[in-house]
């Protein structure tokens, strides 16, 4: 095997390697965060056997996950076989800013380790795997999946966690208008937008079970937001002046992103502004953060990442003019629109 072209050590594993055993350092990473191993070396390094009885795991097996954790940096293991928690790992831990517990519970979770190896049948129909392995479409399943909803809705929350500031920084709300979340979540990226700007009011749109898990009840936000259960398919609330699409149209093809987009041309006046906040992927190959993302969405959903072109026409078609596309210090950018 071709060894990492930058090293000479014979035991640095290869590109190649890295790639065949991707599955299992998801697993590894996955069994530490479920079992909440980080939290327990917050104040510092633990052996494995004082681990396994905290936790109620066994002592030998998490040697080993966190010895292969700890060759990628996640971990450091000292000399007398006690581990600490390096900065790699941080993240971690449930409760700290920028947590990313939830979301690594979330990305690992069966919902997409399970449809990842049949993505050879993807490839051969071109519909989700997802699909027939849990015999129905992904947000379908979450209907039906209290467990798997709440997974869900955790770690897009720890994901969006990371990005809601920084996006809602990066554009200039006009001031004194009401902003539609469609498909919010539990609402981070609008209570950020909220704060930023006093004179903004909003309403955080999701399906019924997802707003019921907003997080908007804070003082500084009192009286300002409202939320509503409802299917972007349907209809979406009237009367914004400001619609926000954030890691939405990526969940789907063309087809049903024209359906949510119709949605909201007939509730918004002309002139409305709707920001589709998503990763903007490059014409080409080049690497970028959103291309494993791209084959989540064609192995569990219908959805794919986009490039400017594609957003341009997809917006066009469904009656909004493509304005600019601002960049955040996040995996997203800002595609402004109006509707015309
Ligand atoms: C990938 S998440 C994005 C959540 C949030 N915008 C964020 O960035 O964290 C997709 C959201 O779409 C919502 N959703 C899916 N189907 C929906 C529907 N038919 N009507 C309303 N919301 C829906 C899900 O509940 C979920 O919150």
Redesign the pocket.
């Known amino acids: 095997m071709t060894r990492h072209a930058e090293s000479d050590d014979p035991f640095m594993p290869s590109a190649l390697h890295d790639l065949m055993f991707g599955h299992i350092h998801s697993a590894a990473l996955r069994a530490v965060a479920v079992h909440r191993i980080p939290d327990h070396l917050a104040d510092g390094p633990r052996t494995p056997e004082e681990l396994a009885s905290r936790t109620g795991t066994d002592a030998g097996a998490l040697r080993r996950v966190m010895r292969l954790l700890a060759s990628r940096g996640v971990f450091r293991e000292d000399d007398r076989g006690a581990f600490r928690l390096e900065e790699l790992g941080q993240p971690l831990r449930t409760g700290v800013p920028g947590s990313q517990h939830a979301g690594v519970v979330m990305i690992t979770s069966p919902m997409f380790a399970r449809s990842a190896p049949r993505l050879q049948d993807t490839l051969e129909t071109g519909q989700p795997s997802f699909d027939y392995i849990y015999g129905m479409p992904f947000?379908e399943h979450?209907l039906k999946s209290p467990e798997d909803?709440a997974t869900?809705?955790a770690g897009?929350?720890a994901?969006?966690g990371a990005?809601?500031e920084l996006v809602a920084q990066s554009y200039a709300f006009p001031p004194d208008s009401r902003v539609i979340?469609?498909?919010?979540?539990?609402g981070?990226?609008l209570g950020a937008v909220l704060r930023g700007e006093p004179s903004l009011s909003g309403v955080l749109?999701?399906?019924s079970?997802?707003v019921a898990e907003h997080v908007l009840d804070r003082p500084e936000l009192a009286g300002r937001w409202r939320t509503e259960?409802?299917?972007?398919?349907?209809a979406v609330p009237s009367d914004g002046d400001v619609y926000?699409?954030?890691?939405?149209l990526?969940?789907w093809d063309d087809e049903d992103c024209l359906r949510?987009l119709g949605s909201i041309r007939r509730a918004a006046r002309t002139g409305a502004r709707l920001l589709v906040?998503d990763a903007v992927l490059p014409g080409n190959s080049a690497p970028h953060p959103a291309l494993e993302l791209d084959i989540v969405m064609l192995m569990a959903l219908k959805g794919r990442e986009r490039t400017a072109a594609e957003f341009e026409s997809l917006l066009d078609r469904a009656g909004f003019r493509l304005r600019r596309i601002l960049p955040t210090p996040g995996l997203p950018a800002i595609v402004e629109a109006v509707a015309v």
């Open positions: 947000f979450l909803r869900f809705d897009m929350a994901f969006s990005e809601d979340d469609v498909g919010g979540g539990r981070g990226l749109f999701d399906q079970a997802t259960g409802g299917d972007f398919f349907t926000l699409l954030k890691h939405i990526h969940d949510i906040v």
